[in-house]
């Protein structure tokens, strides 16, 4: 096959006319072609093909980059929609209207952000609210022992007494009240320093069995003046638990006292045992007023009360179970609580049997 151009130039300028095409055919015979088909054929038609074919080339890309463009801005409207809301819900949260949510409208990256965001708003909308409620308590309970010592140094003080009776009575008033206010700053101090993460723990290896028998001989005291017995029920061969030896002594009083004070007879038991291969188990149980069922799930709460009128009656923070629980927990410890109305409450509390590192 061979091709061939016919040309010639006019003014410079180079024109093609023909586009030839030279076929041989038959057998080749002593190097001499037997016959060959030649077909000339006008090439503007070609040309004119090629024109359209480069037209319609231009216009399909300049239609595909106008659609592109049409598709783009599409898609960054969509996109860009929700995290402008996203953009104005925070600065709402963060000017204090925790009330705000954004919509959720898909679930891809963008709607995690916008969960995110709604749950940090709800965490914050509850943070708020136990803030206030808290103020609000702690404000109650920094009131009455102040009005309480107000009330009788002044009594003191300008002699509104008629007997030394009368006086010491007054004297003894103002002491209590005092240590109960002391004793309430601490324990705020305490939690205070929990929930932070700012506690730090002696973490050593410890016999449970000894720190329980010495929080014993403390509340017998106490136990012995309510006319109150504390039983101890002390599996004598348990391991040794890695924990620190003064929270947990705190533990086990907070407990122990909230027992004596809510019981008005009967006794108090305290066990201990090996739950499994992995777990040691302490129980408090006593043989108090006991906790509405309703109520259970709020007694680890600050300065929850199970009826109001207990905090005068019984005395106590508010706090006591709060940190107890904080105290368990941070020395991987679970803690469960059982009761019924006027038969007692029981606190079971399980702490962890690790190996000691080399063994």
Known sequence: MKWNRIVFKLGGTIILLFLVVLLPVGFVIDQIFSGLVKVLASTEGIKQSVQDIRDLLVLAGIGAFFLALGLTFVISRKLSNPLIQMEEATRKIAKGNLETRVQVISGDEIGSLAHAINDLALDLQRYRDTRSEFLANISHELRTPMTYLEGYAKVVKEGLYETEEERNRYLDIIHQETFRLSHLIHDLFELSKMEEGKIGLNMEWIDLVEVIENVTLKA???????????????????????????????????????????????????????????????????????????????????????EKSRSREYGGTGLGLAIVKRLVELQNGTIEVSSEVHRGTRFTMTFPIKAKEGG
């Open 220 to 306: 017998e005291l106490k136990a012995r003046e309510k006319g109150l017995e504390i039983k101890a029920g002390l599996q004598r061969d348990l391991p040794m638990v890695y924990a620190d030896g003064l929270r947990m002594e705190q533990i086990i009083l907070n407990l122990m006292d909230n027992a004596i004070r809510y019981t008005e007879k009967g006794s108090i038991t305290v066990q201990t045992k090996r739950a499994n291969a992995n777990e040691i188990t302490i129980v408090i149980e006593d043989t108090g007023i006991g906790i509405p069922k309703h109520e259970l799930s709020k007694i680890y709460e600050r300065f929850h009360r199970v």
